[in-house]
């Protein structure tokens, strides 16, 4: 069996990462997804609000949506940790991929046992609009034993932080936008936003 491991801590999800996910359900057994806190960032949503729009993209996807689903429980700070729970999960024969986008490529080597992470697991690396993957990169993860593909896919040009910084609702999906509106999450980009417009 083949899985998925799809952790982001994108704050909030965006239709970029559920493009990946429709991509990644053709490729993989299983696909699993869940919301996680990156200790090299601040965010100040909590990570079950972000749980909860992850979910919203699952169900918004119209194909073979049968094998992705949110794993919150495989959420932790250290990937390793993730990866041991999923162990127990789906058992020790299961061949996993980690599943990262191009910006993090680079961060890699510093994440916690890496060595022993990628022992463990395959690597997947989505490209990104705007981060160029460097081959000194890549060599440097297969140094560390790493074992290492680039996804046939270029994610969508949009971002969260296009959302949090400028507004952008089109990286945004309608069920996203709406739970941030029931929710009242984001307020002070929407009061800047309001500020912005006011003639």
């Known amino acids: 069996m083949k899985i998925a491991l799809f952790g ?5 999800p965006t239709a970029a990462h559920q493009a990946i996910m429709s991509w990644l359900c053709q490729s993989y057994d299983h696909v699993a997804v869940w919301a996680a806190n ?3 960032k601040n965010q100040p ?3 079950e609000h972000r749980a909860a729009m992850l979910q919203l993209l699952i169900a918004d996807i119209e194909t073979c949506k049968h094998n992705i ?8 700070f250290r990937t390793i940790e993730t990866v041991e729970k999923a162990k127990i999960h789906w058992g020790e024969d299961t061949v996993f991929t980690v599943v990262i986008g191009a910006d993090l490529l ?4 510093q994440w ?3 060595q022993d992470l990628l022992r463990q697991v395959q690597l997947l690396v989505v490209p990104r609009p705007g ?11 297969q140094q560390l034993g790493g074992k290492i593909a680039i996804a046939d896919l270029t994610g969508l040009d949009v971002s ?4 949090r910084e400028h507004g952008d609702y089109q990286a945004l999906t309608p069920p996203v936008v709406d739970y941030i509106h029931q929710q009242n999450l984001y307020q002070w980009k929407e009061q800047t936003s309001s500020k912005l417009s006011t003639p």
């Open 38 to 40: 990156n200790p090299f």
């Open 45 to 47: 949503i909590p990570l």
């Open 8 to 12: 982001t801590s994108a704050d909030p």
């Open 106 to 109: 680079a961060q890699l080597p």
């Open 131 to 141: 981060y160029v993957i460097h081959e000194s990169s890549l060599h440097k993860i």
């Open 112 to 114: 916690y046992r890496i």
């Open 160 to 163: 969260s932080t296009g959302y």
């Open 69 to 76: 689903a949110l794993e919150q429980e495989l959420s932790s």
